[in-house]
């Protein structure tokens, strides 16, 4: 009787684990959080003038402002990319497409991130044809008309670069795509904070890109279910 109850625990006990094995998540539970902020003198983003495409000039209230440096209170830094760029490099970016809008003749957002192989589509919201135009020197370049309603361009890169992005039509537009090899990434907002979060233990370099101000990275060290602060300042020139 003892050897058959015994042998039963003994098939559970490895049923169970067999079980948790099979259903272990790969991602960790560390955090590493903080803010982007500059001291010294930004320069002052400049009103723009879209009077020669009234239909994306009717579009704004107020006007569109230029968005190479874009401040918030407490000196933050909006659109800066924070990633992991050496340590556990997350997952692979399967099929979830990131999309780039042409809307008011401006690039929303500002700022797209993405990995090597994952889907972009790139709409134009708008009643008149834009040029885009991805400056890529490291990925292909090229550019492609998209006269309104015209089916959304379906692409994708397939190396790491910042790719500055304008329009062959429309001077004043300007994004950037940043393509990245890893899915630990965040773009802050205008109160200059990120969050990477669901992060394995580990040892880590972490990156802070800003278009203008290049980047800057420090070494941090995460343990399991651990939230690390850190900051990033950059020097703000008013160039
Ligand atoms: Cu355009």
Same mark, same amino acid.
């Given at each position: 009787?003892?050897?058959?109850?015994?042998?039963?625990? #003994?098939?559970?006990?490895?049923?169970?684990? #067999?079980?948790? !094995? #099979?259903?272990?998540?790969?991602?960790?539970?560390?955090?590493?959080?903080?803010? !982007?902020? $500059?001291?010294?003198?930004?320069?002052?983003?400049?009103?723009?003038?879209?009077?020669?495409?009234?239909?994306?000039?009717?579009?704004?209230?107020?006007?569109?402002?230029?968005?190479?440096? !874009?401040?918030?209170?407490?000196?933050?830094?909006? $659109?800066?990319? !924070?990633? =992991?760029?050496?340590?556990?490099?997350?997952?692979?970016?399967?099929?979830?497409?990131?999309?780039?809008?042409?809307?008011?003749?401006? $690039?929303?957002?500002?700022?797209?991130?993405?990995?090597?192989?994952?889907?972009?589509?790139?709409?134009?919201?708008?009643?008149?044809?834009?040029?885009?135009?991805?400056?890529?020197?490291?990925?292909?370049?090229?550019?492609?008309?998209?006269?309104?309603?015209? #089916?959304? =361009?379906?692409?994708? $890169?397939?190396?790491?670069?910042? =790719?500055?992005?304008?329009?062959?039509?429309?001077?004043?537009?300007?994004?950037?795509?940043?393509?990245?090899?890893?899915?630990?990434?965040?773009?802050?907002?205008?109160?200059?904070?990120?969050?990477?979060?669901?992060?394995?233990?580990?040892?880590?370099?972490?990156?802070?890109?800003?278009?203008?101000?290049?980047?800057?990275?420090?070494?941090?060290?995460?343990?399991?279910?651990?939230?690390?602060? =850190?900051?990033?300042?950059?020097?703000?020139?008013?160039?």
């Amino acid at each position: 009787m003892k050897t058959k109850y015994f042998l039963l625990l #003994a098939v559970i006990v490895a049923v169970s684990s #067999a079980m948790v !094995v #099979a259903a272990a998540p790969p991602a960790g539970n560390a955090t590493i959080s903080g803010k !982007v902020t $500059y001291t010294g003198t930004p320069p002052k983003m400049k009103p723009i003038d879209m009077s020669k495409e009234p239909s994306c000039a009717k579009q704004h209230a107020t006007p569109v402002m230029t968005q190479n440096v !874009v401040t918030g209170p407490g000196n933050a830094l909006e $659109y800066v990319v !924070v990633y =992991i760029s050496a340590g556990d490099q997350g997952s692979t970016p399967g099929t979830k497409t990131v999309e780039y809008d042409q809307k008011g003749c401006e $690039y929303i957002p500002h700022v797209a991130v993405m990995q090597p192989g994952q889907p972009l589509e790139i709409k134009n919201d708008d009643q008149t044809a834009h040029n885009i135009h991805p400056l890529a020197k490291v990925n292909q370049e090229w550019n492609k008309s998209q006269p309104p309603g015209t #089916a959304p =361009i379906e692409t994708k $890169y397939d190396k790491p670069e910042r =790719i500055p992005v304008k329009c062959n039509i429309h001077p004043w537009m300007h994004g950037y795509f940043v393509i990245v090899n890893t899915s630990h990434y965040a773009v802050t907002g205008n109160d200059g904070s990120f969050k990477l979060a669901d992060l394995p233990a580990g040892k880590y370099t972490v990156t802070a890109w800003q278009e203008q101000y290049d980047a800057q990275s420090q070494e941090v060290t995460v343990g399991a279910g651990e939230t690390k602060n =850190i900051t990033f300042t950059f020097k703000a020139l008013p160039y």
